[in-house]
């Protein structure tokens, strides 16, 4: 209820994690609320893809090569994302589960 008031009144979603955001966008009705579900998905977001619920997404430094860069990449973009970990790389920051995070807007 809060996430489709909060798209009625046309303020920002905000996703913490990729393993969130895969759930909140398997779980969208066509006039593009998020509706109850209970289960897995096997939704693989990856570029080029139009996020539905999500519009901000705060998440982890990920490892190369991994699908969740990939949902990265599809949500900021494949060069902005590179940018962005070739800096944080140079600045000594802490990639994976337990390293820095980000706020992609």
Not at 38 to 48: E, L
Not at 70 to 81: C, K, Q, W
């Amino acid at each position: 209820e809060i996430v489709n008031k909060t798209i009625d009144s046309k303020r920002n979603v905000f996703v913490v994690g990729t393993s969130a955001c895969r759930a909140v966008e398997s779980s969208v009705t066509v006039d593009g609320h998020l509706k109850p579900a209970k289960g897995w998905t096997d939704k693989f977001i990856f570029p080029p893809y139009d996020f539905k619920i999500t519009d901000k997404l705060i998440t982890n430094f990920h490892l190369p090569e991994s699908t969740l860069l990939m949902l990265v990449s599809a949500f900021m973009g494949h060069e902005f994302m590179m940018q962005a970990y070739k800096k944080a790389i140079k600045d000594g920051y802490r990639f994976y589960s337990y390293g820095d995070a980000m706020l992609i807007v």
